[in-house]
């Protein structure tokens, strides 16, 4: 060309020239990249020769915008907008399966890869004319002009997306992730499941074994993927999908692998399922099918590993976590078979914020299973037990415990028999849970008494406590040992060794046993670790002396040489009880027979006579009997409380006795007897002939048709003996009411005395009168006071009017 | 019918034969024992003295020991001597 360039006609002509080239009027059907380098290298130079660099640049971008804006990504969208109209009209989902929305997408795809590859000489064209001419475009994103033509391709399609289009993107995801998953499974599961049958449908595509198109799917999905890869689209299309897929599938896996078992550990197989899966599913999206991860882009490698430590393996911990938090109360329970459950939770604990959701499942979980009226103490307490070992697993700390047992205590403080079952267990060798820890010779640390900080504690290694722990217990008190933490259920030891007082005491009326081994050796146990100095503590070793002590004096006094041993009937021995330190006794009357009154009162003057100057007090009705029993066809040997054997021996005497008469006799009351002539009718011994009316039932004499004997024994079914067995293990202390009932008398003097100077009085002025005057001797609440007025406004010892107690006059 | 008792376990407490319930000097009941005892009875047994009244021996010995001239019971301001 010639510098002539300036006529109209010439600039004309190189105008259409640059047209062409360039496609400025949007016409890139005839596009065939024609011009050579030469020819390419001309038109440059007369661009630039001409100074219109800009302008043309401008008019080449703008014609390939708006060709893709109006052409290119309506028509891929099309594919699309058919499908919905049709979805729409016939309102089924189903009517299109996963094979025809996957050519369908594969179709669309391919054919905005190829309209996209065409401009790529275009745009080509238009980088060379940025070279050449110095021409500027606005660059939104680096990397030059083709990443911007990605960015505007991206831009047009996200501007025209139809509403229908996720929806069948997650179909076609699916449809592939599924043969994926089915494929990755069998691999893995291969040597465990041959025995099962030939499926008839494929696990991949639903389609007929024989008709199996997995590999097809595979295929048009990997050339899929890759055409969007390539158009940096697969990110932005169906990023969301690809991770939601692997995110849904992450946790089916973790509830079906957790369902039900603590007793394996499972994150670590867990973790590695994960990768594989994550791994393997990335790999064949983002490289298409084409080989191992390790060898692609690695920007696609970091994102991989990226996403698959934040997003798959927190999704991991999360699930894991949460589905291990909604079964914990289980786990709890079946400790310490669940302990690698427990260590796996420990260890998400740290990854994961569920500390909270942990604390308020479990205590829901709690109160919904275990705090109501349907669950014996036993099954509580055997729960609290472990939640402690199991949260200590958890939370060395015990704060987590200290959270989630706040109500279980609060619960077995309301529980009558709470304190009866701990002590009982903790020195009952068949349950060794607590009676272990008895043995664990540390001193209790209570809530009561402050703990000073243990100097020997090494503060290098100190560290805060977490910040759940708002209560104000110091570390020592949180992580205290089992059997501090069920005396602090009350917290107060006295609680506890008075009950254990009223158990030993009940043991030693009942056994009559003479060896105190094992009650001194858990005496030893209970002062360590309850403190020596304990004063009811020192009450239960004189109880276990006074055993021992018993027992010299017996043998003493029943030795040969003793001369009395010749007036008594039957031998005599005794349990001889030093009363200031026994709890006090259910008061019950009896008048022995005659002949055991004076066999006791022999045992007496030989007791007087070893200790100078101290009798003996008999408690009647306390005691263990051996008789015989000698009837016409039998005899029987028994062991029964002196009542039974009083009645007996009334009835040997006469064999006919009411219970009236035999209640004045005696001095027992009637309601008392009536229950105590049930075991002679148990033993067959007594019969009820009529209401309150009991008779000897002698049987007949041996070998005179015994038969008929046991007829008309036991003939008629309306005298046949009751066969209530009475209750053994009744216990002959005074209940804790009682004993209760006999502290509070102390106040009775105080409240007359106060009454009659004062006329009348309300409950609360009384309550605070006592509260100055009997100082610390007997605690009261308000409550108990009331009950304990209201007891004697009952027996008319007090009136009650306006709200006012006052004296009855008399 | 013969009944036949062969053999009477009984329950009985204790109690010193004394004309009080509690001694004088420590205020604790004669059955229990001295503020300086653990285990009553043999161990910490009571005495009486010719006036009649009786005490913890620990606690009678004690106070004796207080007492620099006269020996006296602390109850009646006798002299105080062991009953035989």
């Not at chain 1, 599938?249 to 509830?255: A, E, S």
Request: proline fraction near 4%; include cysteine; aromatic fraction near 8%.
């Amino acid at each position: 060309m010639s510098s002539t360039t300036k006529s109209p006609a010439n600039q004309e002509k190189q105008w259409n020239i640059i047209k062409n080239v360039f496609c400025l009027e949007g016409t890139f059907s005839l596009l065939e990249g024609g011009e050579g380098e030469e020819e390419m290298r001309q038109v440059l130079r007369l661009v630039q020769q001409v100074g219109a660099g800009q302008l043309v640049l401008d008019f080449a971008l703008d014609a390939i915008w708006v060709t893709l804006r109006k052409v290119i990504v309506p028509k891929f969208w099309s594919h699309f907008i058919v499908y919905s109209k049709q979805k729409n009209d016939g309102d089924d989902e189903s009517s299109e399966g996963s094979v025809e929305v996957m050519s369908r997408i594969a179709t669309a795809v391919s054919e905005l890869y190829d309209s996209a590859v065409s401009f790529i000489p275009q745009i080509h064209k238009c980088e060379m004319l940025v070279d050449q001419t110095g021409a500027v475009y606005e660059a939104c994103v680096a990397g030059g002009l083709m990443e911007h033509f990605k960015l505007h391709l991206r831009a047009s399609l996200h501007s025209q997306m139809p509403t229908s289009f996720t929806l069948l993107i997650h179909k076609f995801y699916t449809a592939a992730f599924k043969v994926f998953y089915h494929t990755q499974v069998g691999n893995q599961g291969e040597e465990t499941d041959e025995t099962s049958e030939e499926p008839i449908q494929c696990g991949g595509c639903d389609a007929a074994t024989d008709a199996c198109h997995c590999q097809a799917i595979t295929n048009t999905f990997c050339q899929v993927n890759r055409q969007l890869l390539e158009l940096d689209l697969l990110e932005r299309l169906a990023g969301d999908v690809v991770s939601s897929l692997l995110l849904g599938v992450i946790t089916d896996h973790v509830t079906t692998t957790c369902r039900d078992s603590y007793d394996q550990s499972r994150i670590k197989q867990l973790e590695k399922w994960v990768e594989n899966i994550v791994v393997g599913w990335l790999e064949v999206v983002y490289c298409g099918g084409r080989g191992q991860l390790s060898s692609a882009d690695p920007a696609i490698q970091t994102l991989v590993t990226n996403s698959l430590n934040q997003t798959y393996i927190a999704a991991l911990y999360h699930t894991y976590t949460t589905t291990r938090i909604d079964q914990l109360f289980n786990i709890v329970i079946e400790y310490p078979e669940s302990q690698p459950a427990l260590e796996d939770i420990r260890d998400c604990l740290d990854r994961t914020h569920l500390r909270d959701r942990l604390v308020s499942s479990l205590r829901s979980a709690i109160q919904t299973r275990l705090l109501h009226p349907g669950v014996n103490t036993t099954d509580v307490l055997h729960a609290y037990i472990s939640a402690i070992k199991a949260l200590r697993v958890l939370d060395p700390k015990g704060v987590l415990l200290e959270l989630v047992s706040e109500p279980v205590r609060q619960y077995l403080r309301g529980r009558e028999d709470t304190v009866r079952y701990i002590v009982t267990s903790l020195t009952d060798e068949s349950c060794s849970e607590l009676c272990e820890e008895l043995l664990v010779a540390t001193p209790l640390v209570l809530d009561d008494c402050p703990t000073e900080d243990d100097p020997s504690d090494p503060w290098q290694t100190w560290t805060p406590d977490p910040v759940h722990a708002h209560t104000l217990k110091s570390k020592s008190q949180r992580t205290a040992d089992i059997i501090s933490m069920l005396v602090n259920i009350y917290g107060s030891k006295d609680v506890f060794i008075t009950e254990y007082r009223t158990i030993l005491a009940d043991r030693i009326l009942s056994q009559f046993n003479y060896n105190t081994e094992r009650e001194v050796r858990y005496l030893e146990h209970l002062k360590v670790r309850f403190g020596e100095t304990l004063p009811l503590l020192h009450k239960c070793e004189v109880m276990v002396k006074d055993v021992a002590d018993s027992k010299r004096i017996n043998s003493s006094i029943n030795s040969d040489e003793n001369p009395r041993r010749e007036k008594q009937k039957f031998p005599v021995s005794c349990m001889i009880l030093s009363a200031q330190f026994w709890p006090s006794f259910k008061e019950e009357r009896l008048k022995l027979p005659e002949e055991v009154t004076r066999d006791l009162d022999t045992y007496t003057e030989a007791f007087q006579e070893l200790k100078g100057n101290r009798t003996l007090n008999w408690k009647p009705h306390l005691g263990q009997v051996q008789v015989e029993v000698e009837l016409k066809n039998r005899t029987l040997n028994l062991t029964v409380t002196p009542t039974q054997a009083t009645i007996i021996l009334h009835f040997e005497g006469r064999s006919k006795w009411s219970i009236e008469d035999l209640s004045s006799v005696t001095q027992v009351p009637k309601t008392v007897l009536r229950r105590k002539i049930t075991y002679w009718q148990t033993q067959g011994v007594l019969q009820e002939v009529e209401t309150d009316v009991f008779v000897l039932v002698e049987g007949e004499e041996a070998g005179e048709e015994s038969g008929e004997a046991t007829v008309a024994g036991i003939s008629s079914p309306s005298l046949a003996p009751p066969a209530i067995e009475e209750d053994e293990a009744e216990s002959v202390m005074a209940s804790a009411q009682d004993q209760r009932e006999e502290e509070l008398q102390v106040f009775w003097s105080y409240i007359v005395g106060m009454l009659t100077n004062l006329d009348s009085l309300p409950l609360e002025r009384i309550h605070a009168m006592l509260k100055m005057f009997v100082q610390g001797s007997v605690e009261c609440s308000q409550q108990e006071l009331r009950a304990f007025l209201d007891r004697k406004v009952r027996h008319h010892h007090l009136i009650f009017t306006n709200g006012l107690y006052k004296l009855p006059k008399n | 019918m013969k009944v036949r008792i062969k053999g009477w376990t009984g329950v009985a407490t204790w109690r010193w034969v004394a004309n009080d319930d509690s001694c004088g000097i420590c205020r604790m009941p004669f059955d229990g024992c001295c503020s300086d005892c653990r285990l009553p009875g043999d161990d910490c047994p009571l005495v009486w003295g010719c006036c009649s009244h009786c005490f913890h021996i620990h606690c009678i010995m004690k106070w004796l020991q207080s007492q620099q001239l006269h020996q006296q019971c602390p109850m009646c301001r006798q002299e105080w001597k062991f009953k035989e």
